[in-house]
């Protein structure tokens, strides 16, 4: 190590050769950029032995979604005059291609959807997510790579955190496997890190649930704790958008994302009443991440103006059963929702459980869930009797499509039916290959 400036102090500790114990280590751990989307093979790691691996791939691209057209028009930002009918908006986004072969992979360029797939992982497994950098259809001089940021993950190995100024971004037309052991149950989110202001208002963020040990099949928990058990659980994931901004993406134009105005309040990517339709593949609720990105729908269908918008908002239960809200927010602005009349029991709080060590159990109950930007909240709620229900959020602008009469914006109803009339709702992991 004679060419080492620190070599006089101690050879075996030199920043070089600690740099490049570093490279080998995180290496080691299975880091892999390369073209194509097969992930590489497991490097073994004392002391963990996951119950299963888990191969997840997205694909990271731009897109076209639709807001409702009932709303206000602002030109020339909403409805965007590029925008192939029956869409208006211009969004960046992940698409769901496990299982795809890599022609069909590209096939998804210019089909990002918001939100994100939702990821439901069981804790004590291994999970690969291979992220594949499309590129942008609408925007051919655009080069920003794309990274997963799995927000909350506690002990994420910095190469695989997604943050572009600490580790590595994907570039166009390649792919990179990240690598997760999640042990810790809970509701989580993630979103594209590069650019993050703009990526993540653009519609690269969503849901990811750690699902606990004591899941058995029959039972679900959102802890290891069989105070946790519910029936059902549905995904509530907040964010708006800002129409300008889309529209100055799409039309190469600069944005200053400080001056932040948002046209439409979003659960799960849509705006009121779009969040109760229901989704098309299937009549489960809740089976919205494993819809079929290949799919095609009828011309004029709510299918095709919502297929990049796949999650429906809808909340069905029967009466009696205890339902699970997965709540996160990951738009720029503070949300409190509400279900007048139903009270929520707040149990979780950012993937952890409200029960101190000593065993306190410091859940609440309340009809309003405070939730700022990166903050998550698992609520249960006992269905109530048969009936419609509403929740929304307090603030009533984010309660209207840009400003427009009538409501819009961040609202969904819960429908309550007589006891066992839905048939029981499954423990749904994320099912990857879809085809
Ligand atoms: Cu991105």
Redesign the pocket.
């Known amino acids: 190590m004679t060419d080492d400036i620190t070599s006089g102090i101690n050879p075996l500790l030199s920043r070089r050769n600690f740099l490049r114990a570093g490279v080998l280590g995180a290496a080691g751990a299975g880091v892999a950029v390369y073209a194509g989307h097969q992930a590489p093979t497991a490097v073994a790691a004392p002391g963990f032995t996951p119950t299963k691996t888990v191969n997840v791939h997205l694909a990271?691209t731009d897109g076209w979604v639709s807001m409702p057209d009932s709303a206000p028009a602002m030109p020339p930002y909403w409805p965007d005059n590029d925008a192939p009918a029956p869409y208006n908006m211009y969004v960046?986004g992940f698409r769901n291609v496990t299982g795809l072969s890599d022609a069909q992979v590209i096939t998804q360029k210019g089909r990002a959807q918001i939100s994100a797939p939702v990821l439901a992982f069981d804790e004590g497994s291994e999970v690969k997510v291979s992220l594949t950098?499309l590129g942008m259809a609408q925007r051919p001089d655009l080069v920003?790579?794309?990274?997963m940021h799995w927000h909350g993950f506690n002990n994420a190995l910095p190469i695989f955190d997604g943050v572009p100024e600490m580790s590595a971004?994907v570039p166009i037309g390649k792919t990179m496997v990240y690598y997760y052991r999640p042990t810790d149950p809970g509701t989580y989110m993630y979103?594209?890190?590069?650019?993050?202001v703009?990526?993540v208002q653009?519609g690269?963020t969503g849901l990811v649930y750690v699902r606990p040990k004591l899941n058995n099949g029959t039972n679900k928990y959102v802890f290891n704790d069989p105070a946790t058990r519910y029936d059902r659980e549905f995904p509530v994931f907040l964010t708006e958008s800002q129409p300008e901004g889309h529209y100055r993406d799409a039309h190469i134009q600069i944005t200053d994302w400080a001056a932040y105005n948002s046209g439409f309040g979003l659960m799960n990517g849509r705006a009121w009443p779009d969040t109760i339709v229901k989704n098309t593949q299937t009549s489960d609720t809740n089976l919205g991440p494993n819809f079929d990105p290949l799919a095609t729908y009828p011309a004029g269908s709510d299918g095709e103006r919502l297929q990049f918008q796949p999650q429906t908002s809808l909340i069905e239960a029967n009466a009696g059963e205890t339902v699970l809200l997965r709540m996160a927010n990951l738009g720029s602005l503070r949300h409190t929702l509400t279900m007048d009349g139903v009270p929520m029991k707040v149990i979780g709080a950012d993937a952890d459980q409200l029960k101190g060590a000593d065993g306190n159990d410091n859940s609440y109950v309340s009809n309003s869930i405070d939730i700022g930007p990166g903050e998550s909240r698992d609520v249960l709620f006992t269905a109530p009797e048969p009936g419609t229900y509403k929740l929304y959020d307090r603030d009533f602008s984010n309660l209207s499509n840009q400003g427009g009469g009538g409501y819009g914006g961040m609202m969904t109803n819960i429908v309550v039916s007589a006891p066992n009339t839905l048939p029981a709702q499954p423990v749904q992991p994320f099912t990857p290959g879809v085809r």
Request: charged content about 20%; glycine content about 6%; overall charge negative.
């Open positions: 990271a960046f950098n920003d790579g794309h990274t971004s979103h594209c890190h590069f650019e993050d703009e990526h653009m690269m």
